[in-house]
Structure formats: structure tokens, C-alpha cells
């Protein structure tokens, strides 16, 4: 019982150097420019469309803006993730097809 604790602690430090690790790796790789290209995103005819669009639906669907906002982004990662798999799919129709004919 004894040694599994001391593993367990060594373990758990090991893992937090490794997080530690994993941030500061990912920190060096990050565009510094973020700030500004958030307020570059923020100033935009389609943040403005979006205000209007979350306006729009937290109204007639009588939900709080908060409840529209999610909505729609969830909408849209659906709607992104749906046409990631259409062209993997896509993309293996045209390997299969080609392995196809290449075997004859």
C-alpha cells in the first residue's frame, strides 16, 4: 500500500510537470497578434450581423441572448462538423475508387 502512494504522488508530479510542459510548448507556438485580431473581429459588419441575428432569434424564440448565442454557435459547429465528414467521406470514395482501378 505503501509504495502504490509513493507512485501515485511521484505520478501526480509528473503529470503537472507535463501539463506544465504542454502550456509553456503551446504559449511559444501561439500568434502573438490575437489581441488585435480580436478587436480587428470584434469592429466587423459581421459581429454586427450576429447582434442582430442573436437579437433576432432570443426574441422570437423568447430565450435569453445568452440561450441564442449558443444556439447559433452550436448550429454552426454542427453545420462545420457535418461538412468535415462529408468530404472525409468524400475523400474515401475517391481512395477506394481509386485503389479500385489501379488493382486491375
Excluded at 18 to 45: F, G, H, V, W
Excluded at 58 to 74: G, K, M, N, P, T
Amino acid at each position: 500500500m505503501e509504495t502504490y502512494q509513493i507512485m501515485n504522488s511521484e505520478n501526480k508530479e509528473c503529470v503537472q510537470l507535463i501539463n506544465t510542459a504542454i502550456i509553456k510548448t503551446k504559449e511559444n507556438n501561439i500568434d502573438k497578434s490575437y489581441e488585435d485580431r480580436l478587436q480587428e473581429i470584434c469592429q466587423s459588419p459581421v459581429i454586427a450581423a450576429l447582434n442582430k441575428s442573436i437579437e433576432f432569434l432570443s426574441e422570437s424564440q423568447r430565450i435569453s441572448a445568452d440561450q441564442a448565442a449558443i444556439q447559433i454557435v452550436e448550429t454552426i459547429r454542427e453545420l462545420d462538423s457535418i461538412w468535415n465528414d462529408y468530404i472525409v467521406m468524400e475523400g474515401l470514395e475517391k481512395l477506394k475508387d481509386f485503389l479500385k482501378n489501379t488493382k486491375h
